[in-house]
């Protein structure tokens, strides 16, 4: 009887240990928006690592033997540990996570800022004397375009009447 409440303890971990893993995945999804192909992976995966778990604790404390007192033990540590910690966990994780991503998009748009200025600067020096030739190069050939179809319209014109 004293080995059966172990196991059943172990069992009740097992599930805490699977609602903390399910709270990895909803913390993941709460501060990363993902597409739904990679929500699909994540979901796969959370239930491979459950599985993988969860034999784990199977063959390595009951040597592979499957008891319904397992299954209940997986259901109430799950239950314990959402019903008591998790929303603060998620809570708690959520704000740290976004926190740190603030900061990196800060420092990111620090560094980023004075490679814009130097970019927009470089535009300024090459881009716009070539984008002043090509305007004026286009300018040309449409106006001389222009006068070389109306002279080959008039040419066109005289040849017809000639006939």
């Not at 604790?57 to 009951?62: A, R, S």
């Not at 540590?77 to 603030?102: P, R």
């Amino acid at each position: 009887m004293n080995n059966q409440a172990y196991l059943f303890m172990m069992f009740i971990v097992n599930g805490v240990l699977i609602g903390i893993l399910f709270d990895v995945f909803r913390i993941l999804r709460k501060t990363f928006k993902t597409k739904d192909v990679i929500t699909y992976i994540e979901d796969i995966s959370f239930w491979i690592l459950t599985g993988l778990l969860t034999l784990y604790f199977v063959f390595y404390y009951n040597d592979g033997e499957i008891r319904f007192y397992i299954f209940l033990g997986i259901i109430l540590g799950i239950l314990i540990y959402i019903l008591t910690i998790s929303k603060y966990i998620i809570k708690f994780s959520v704000t740290i996570i976004n926190f740190v991503k603030g900061i990196i998009n800060k420092v990111i748009k620090f560094v980023v800022y004075p490679l814009k200025l130097i970019i927009n600067f470089i535009k300024k020096i090459l881009f716009r004397p070539i984008s002043f030739i090509f305007i004026n190069i286009r300018k040309y050939f449409t106006k001389n375009n222009t006068y070389l179809i109306n002279m080959f319209k008039k040419t066109n014109k005289t040849t017809k009447s000639e006939q």
